[in-house]
């Protein structure tokens, strides 16, 4: 059982700058950010402010905290690193990069839904 980021289309709208092309419920990761975002998460390509998806390769604004019962540490790695690698990434530490996004959600409560703005992830706050 890991504790990892999913794809919602939750509070979408919050920021004018959202999107959600994602599958939802799909699991999500924070992929490099490019050139165009890297001063500006509401640049022209969008990655500075979003989730990609590790399915569909497709992105959202918004992400939400979910424990996943029957993936495994293992199973949550080996799905990072088959879908880093089909986008063309090149991590040379896709199992630290794995730890790394289940610490970052370790302690937030089931539910709770993050944005991401360039080297900040966030619960949404003041969303009904």
Known sequence: MVKALVATAATQGFRESDYHWCVEGELVWIAPTCSKDRDDPDGGCGCGRGFAGLSSHRATT?????TLHGISRSDYIMVLRSSVEEQGYDIADVEGLADSLLDLVA?????????HRLNYVQVRQGVP
């Open 107 to 115: 302690d937030l409560p089931d539910g709770a839904v993050l944005e």
């Open 62 to 66: 918004t992400a939400m905290v979910r």
